[in-house]
């Protein structure tokens, strides 16, 4: 159905590369191809890259052939539109930056294009990777490619629908409370958020800065170690980033669980799930075990907070981070009769309205009278939930929970703003504490009124820089289900 | 905890943006709701936990204190909505 060359994992193309069995830009070609085939009826991109994909392309081929090995030679590569690429448009999916040139390029892209990879497009994403549909972004509709009526999750919804329909075999996300894990659990994907810190954030337009960071959509645990291994490490452009050696992923990668134990956690086992999914992750658990693990109960008392705790720490800091779009050095003005007035006229017109409600409760929870009841009781909160993570590491080495609250939902299904944000209940309490953690294929069930079966992921969380021990013990998963090869994407259909 | 409600006129004066009575309307009753869920945070004990505003351990970062390239002022000025000369124009601030 599709060219044999795009099909490929990141993987494979690089060492097909590397060893002059294509070339980067035969793969740029045929993803070219395929983009414009499928993006009238999937709408990955905001901006697809066709010159600078070919010049990439053609640079790679030169290192090659000057007797460079590129460890992501030829890799076509999405890039969530929240990532600065010198020379490109980058908006964030807002209004407020609809024509914004990006002068600069992010360091984690930068790392990605150096290791070989060719940027294909900027990807969609709600805007300004608030919401978990995608359907927050002010410039386009992306579909999931399992299912076009069906959103393909957010906030990094476009980097993930590009992988899933091979039109790239990297999608760089970003994952402040689960944008990177549940988009991946909804298209049938390894979604991978590295620890707080392990990835610069550096050209990176800010969401919540505590909690942000980059990663990648793949559609193999091993493409997702060898972005991690080529994206992570120090940064001096970045203050939060981490300077500790990162030892390779990729080498890291495992056949088995024997010696680990893995937490399921207590307080998860509600059913709220229904019984379909509830007993696909019971087979999941079942599967670790057999793979040598020993399941071992474990208790996160406070992690039901996560949400409540996080619904005031990142609006408060997005409130803080978005009064930069203030129409004075960049993007959108709407003049009025003085400064206040353009101000305000600028940033309603900007911003769509989940942006606007985030703004506004950070506000609040950080205004006078508030600060402390809201959002100096969300931190103490926060060190509650890092804590109960602690000890649940003190007794497993992993911990495996659903990576979402539901498969791939249809659109304009989730209208109430609350409804939205329950999507992120499994993958919020991990991110308050700054874990590595990702979603891998485990299943597919058919949604009520759906169609056809869609994808679930399970999510496996690990402590602090244990990045090794979590991708090695998904490969393992992954290698010995297959889930994420039981279904080929239904591109075929005409939109809804 | 205090009350499920927000000012949301006062708080949007904050925040800078220009809300329609409708969206004052809707976003007062949106984020009533989303308060309401917030104040289960009332049910934890956290009188004696300290503030975490930041997972990683990390220390003041500095750099040496020597110059490096930064962006040209040019390529910072192309894309100002206003500009006049080496500056970003506004609107006035200051009544005369």
């Known amino acids: ?496 | 905890m205090p009350a499920d409600s927000i000012d949301v006129r006062y708080v949007a004066q904050l925040a800078r943006i220009a809300l329609t009575d409708e969206e004052v309307e809707r976003f007062g009753a949106q984020l009533g709701n989303l308060l309401e869920h917030v104040n289960a945070l009332a049910e934890l004990d956290t009188d004696s936990v300290p503030a975490t505003a930041q997972v990683i351990e990390s220390h003041d970062a500095v750099r040496a204190d020597v110059e490096r390239p930064c962006l040209d002022r040019e390529v910072v000025l192309a894309q100002a909505p206003q500009r006049q000369g080496g500056f970003f124009r506004v609107p006035r601030i200051i009544a005369e």
């Open chain 1, 1 to 496: 159905m599709f060219d044999e060359r795009i099909e490929r994992s990141a993987a494979q193309i690089a060492a097909d590369v590397n060893a002059g069995r294509t070339s980067a830009c035969e793969v740029a070609e045929a993803t070219l191809a395929q983009v414009e085939a499928v993006e009238p009826r999937v709408g990955a991109y905001l901006t697809v890259l066709q010159a600078e994909a070919r010049a990439h392309a053609a640079r790679v081929d030169e290192r090659v052939r000057a007797g460079e090995r590129l460890p992501l030679a030829g890799v076509p590569l999405a890039v969530k539109d929240n990532m600065c690429l010198d020379g490109t448009r980058t908006t964030c999916g807002s209004k407020i930056l609809e024509g914004w040139i990006a002068p600069y390029t992010a360091t984690a892209v930068a790392r990605m294009l150096q290791a070989g990879a060719v940027p294909i497009g900027k990807a969609n994403c709600d805007e300004f990777a608030m919401g978990s549909s995608c359907e927050n972004s002010a410039l386009g509709v992306t579909r999931n490619p399992y299912d076009l009526t069906r959103v393909p999750g957010g906030s990094s919804g476009g980097s993930a629908a590009a992988v899933a329909a091979y039109e790239a075999a990297i999608g760089l996300g970003s994952d402040t409370g689960g944008s990177i894990r549940e988009p991946g659990a909804f298209c049938n994907l390894v979604g991978f958020k590295p620890t707080y810190g392990r990835v610069s954030r550096y050209g990176l337009i800010a969401f919540a800065s505590s909690l942000d960071q980059i990663g990648p959509l793949t559609r193999t645990v091993e493409d997702a170690a060898l972005a991690y291994d080529a994206m992570s490490g120090h940064d001096p452009m970045d203050a939060t980033s981490v300077d500790r050696p990162v030892e390779s992923a990729a080498g890291s990668l495992r056949a088995d669980l024997r010696g680990l134990r893995v937490g399921i956690v207590r307080e998860f086992q509600t059913g709220a799930l229904g019984a379909q999914a509830d007993a696909i992750y019971r087979d999941a658990y079942r599967d670790l075990e057999r793979l040598g693990a020993e399941l071992v109960e474990v208790s996160l008392p406070t992690a039901g907070y996560g949400l409540a705790t996080y619904y005031l720490i990142a609006p408060a800091e997005c409130s803080s981070n978005l009064s930069r779009f203030d129409g004075v050095r960049y993007g959108l003005r709407v003049e009025g009769k003085d400064v206040r007035e353009m101000y305000d006229r600028t940033r309603a017109a900007g911003f769509g309205p989940e942006v606007k409600r985030r703004i506004l409760i950070g506000a609040h929870a950080l205004s006078s009278g508030y600060y402390d009841a809201y959002y100096v009781r969300a931190q103490k909160a926060r060190t509650l939930i890092a804590r109960d993570f602690a000890t649940a590491f003190a007794s497993c080495d992993l911990i495996a929970c659903p990576a979402a609250s539901c498969p791939a939902f249809e659109f304009a299904a989730k209208s109430d703003p609350y409804s939205m944000y329950l999507m992120d209940f499994y993958t919020i309490p991990m991110s308050l504490a700054g874990l590595p953690a990702l979603s891998v294929p485990c299943g597919w069930t058919t949604p009520e009124g759906g169609r056809r079966p869609m994808p679930i992921g399970l999510q496996l969380c690990a402590p602090l820089f244990a990045e090794r021990l979590l991708l090695g013990a998904a490969h393992a998963y992954e290698q010995a289900t297959h889930h994420a090869q039981a279904h080929p994407p239904a591109l075929d259909e005409v939109p809804a």
